[in-house]
């Protein structure tokens, strides 16, 4: 992946000093002011009582920390109306690698994915709960993602996998 320059830090600088907090997560100025909007709009959104200010929001971006973790639950997961919401398609690629298999580049994991990858987009967090049932800890997201699945009922469900295991593991 190419280095951020000086140039590209200084524009997003220009446009909003947020822009330039985003910059190295998103890559690209365009991507970079989408998620910006993304941001403003949650935090416009947000109850006063729970609102986090944007520079947070900006500044957790630019450490690797993926956004649906910074913004508040997916209206989808907190729907609480008891009514199935259909939608056409679920698709996620949810963090799947084990913190054993980062840490040792295990299963197929390559040096440039630890290089230039954030660890939280591929390694669940510590602070992610683990089901019961036999669940591992690379697999919570899947767990949450089925719940899901049940009340929106989509036509389509697309996940992608870390390998033979959890495949096996799926639908062994």
Same mark, same amino acid.
């Not at 998620?35 to 957790?60: G, I, K, N, T, Y």
């Not at 056409?88 to 084990?98: A, F, I, R």
């Not at 197929?108 to 230039?116: A, D």
């Given at each position: 992946?190419? %280095?951020?320059? !000086?140039?590209? !830090? %200084?524009?997003?600088?220009?446009?909003?000093? +947020?822009?330039?907090? !985003?910059?190295?997560?998103? %890559?690209?100025? #365009?991507?970079?002011? =989408?998620?910006?909007?993304?941001?403003?709009?949650?935090? #416009? /959104?947000?109850?006063?009582? %729970?609102?986090?200010?944007?520079?947070?929001?900006?500044?957790?971006?630019?450490?690797?920390?993926?956004?649906?973790?910074?913004? $508040?639950?997916?209206?989808? #997961?907190?729907?609480?109306?008891? $009514? $199935?919401? #259909?939608?056409?398609?679920? &698709?996620? =690629?949810?963090?799947?690698?084990?913190?054993?298999?980062?840490?040792? /580049?295990?299963?197929?994991?390559?040096?440039?994915?630890?290089?230039?990858?954030?660890?939280?987009?591929?390694?669940?967090?510590?602070? &992610?709960?683990?089901?019961?049932?036999?669940?591992?800890?690379?697999?919570? +997201?899947?767990?949450?993602?089925?719940?899901? $699945?049940?009340?929106?009922?989509?036509?389509? &469900?697309? @996940?992608? @996998?870390?390998?033979?295991?959890?495949? =096996?593991? +799926?639908?062994?």
């Amino acid at each position: 992946m190419p %280095r951020i320059s !000086l140039r590209q !830090l %200084r524009q997003a600088y220009k446009v909003s000093p +947020f822009l330039s907090r !985003l910059l190295p997560a998103c %890559r690209d100025l #365009a991507s970079a002011q =989408n998620e910006l909007r993304w941001l403003r709009d949650h935090h #416009a /959104a947000a109850p006063a009582s %729970r609102r986090r200010p944007l520079a947070a929001l900006c500044e957790e971006r630019r450490r690797g920390v993926p956004s649906s973790t910074s913004w $508040a639950p997916s209206p989808l #997961a907190t729907s609480t109306s008891g $009514a $199935a919401r #259909a939608c056409d398609v679920l &698709v996620s =690629n949810p963090p799947y690698v084990s913190s054993q298999a980062w840490s040792l /580049a295990q299963e197929g994991l390559s040096y440039s994915t630890r290089k230039y990858e954030p660890k939280l987009a591929l390694v669940p967090g510590d602070h &992610v709960d683990v089901p019961r049932g036999g669940w591992l800890h690379e697999d919570a +997201f899947y767990a949450a993602l089925l719940d899901i $699945a049940l009340i929106v009922q989509p036509s389509i &469900v697309l @996940f992608e @996998f870390g390998g033979d295991v959890q495949e =096996n593991g +799926f639908y062994g």
